[in-house]
């Protein structure tokens, strides 16, 4: 079994991200192999073929070059998975390299079970496990479910050049809008779930993470449901945190949030239900009706 690997780089840099795929590739087995456009200087540490294209010449996004780059590789390599980040790069990527290779594609795995891939479902409340049928399947990881591996050793480049173009050129990016809380910077987050209940007793929440000097947070739930504005979200599709102390009130630890905190230094949860994934990663565990405690906390704190 091959897998090969689609590292990003981003503004001069190799994300950190791409360190996931070698922890991906960890769990699955077999060989592996590295694409990168992007440059040399910014290399990781891998003891494997590397095919190395300049991101100079073809840009650090053009969606027909970096295609064409990653055909290449296949038909040198062969591999059975194709592996992106799922980030705007990989899920912009990944559908093109399977229609053209007519292969299987599979989106946001979470893990790997019983010779297929986890993926979520139902708002990620449950999960499924999808078996591609094709020989080659191209995939993308979750960010944030697969631990970050440094494999160490010196890549073995194979350089790689595109030809053509489709009169695309890549100009650069445009930075998000500022947001008017940066969770980022926050030393400790306390924050809202679906188990609160309504925007009523969000404020519950809020007063805690004030008696601990902290940033209020909210899970997507929480943001869609209009209780709490989107500049509080924690997740893959808010804001990724990696506070001193995180609390979770309420929330059950869907795979898009836990890549948004795994990070914390010290993570409490607050929850009914004692076999909520968040318990698997937290540090303590407590086991209550988050607006019996969560009151009886702040108070406490408070004196």
């Known amino acids: 079994m091959k897998a090969l690997l ?19 590739a960890a769990q699955l087995g077999g060989e592996t192999a590295l694409l990168l456009v992007g440059a040399e200087a910014q290399l990781p540490a891998y003891g494997g073929p ?3 294209a300049d991101a100079a010449e073809c840009g650090e996004y053009n969606p027909d070059l970096h295609k064409q780059l990653i055909l290449q590789a296949v038909a040198k390599e062969n591999p059975d998975y194709i592996v992106f980040v799922h980030s705007s790069y990989g899920w912009d990527l990944a559908p093109r390299v399977a229609a053209r290779l007519k292969a299987a594609q599979v ?17 990620a409340k449950m999960r499924r496990t999808v078996k591609p049928t094709t020989a080659q399947a191209v995939l993308t990881i979750q960010a944030g479910a697969f631990p970050a591996q440094q494999p160490g050793g010196t890549p073995q480049i194979q ?11 890549f100009v650069g990016y445009e930075p998000a809008e500022a947001k008017d809380v940066d969770l980022t910077r926050a030393e400790v987050i306390v924050s809202a779930g679906r188990g609160v209940g309504k ?25 869609d449901a209009g209780w709490v504005e989107h500049s509080h979200q924690v997740g893959t599709t808010g804001q990724t945190v990696s506070p001193k102390l995180y609390v979770a009130c309420g929330i059950s630890g869907a795979i898009q949030h836990l890549a948004g905190m795994k990070k914390a230094d010290f993570i409490v949860a607050i929850n009914k239900d004692k076999d909520a994934p968040i318990g698997e990663i937290a540090d303590v565990l407590v086991v209550a009706d988050v607006l019996q405690f969560v009151p009886a906390l702040t108070a406490k704190v408070a004196r």
């Open 107 to 123: 989106s946001e795995v979470i893990g790997l079970t019983d010779g297929g891939f986890e993926v979520g479902c139902c708002n």
């Open 199 to 223: 925007k009523e007793n969000v404020p519950v929440i809020a007063a805690l993470a004030r008696a601990l000097g902290g940033e209020l947070g909210a899970s997507r739930p929480v943001v």
């Open 159 to 169: 350089r790689l050049v595109a030809e053509g173009g489709n009169g695309m050129e």
């Open 50 to 52: 590397l095919y190395l």
């Open 6 to 24: 689609i590292c990003e780089y981003r503004e001069g840099k190799l994300l950190d991200s791409s360190f996931e795929l070698f922890g991906f």
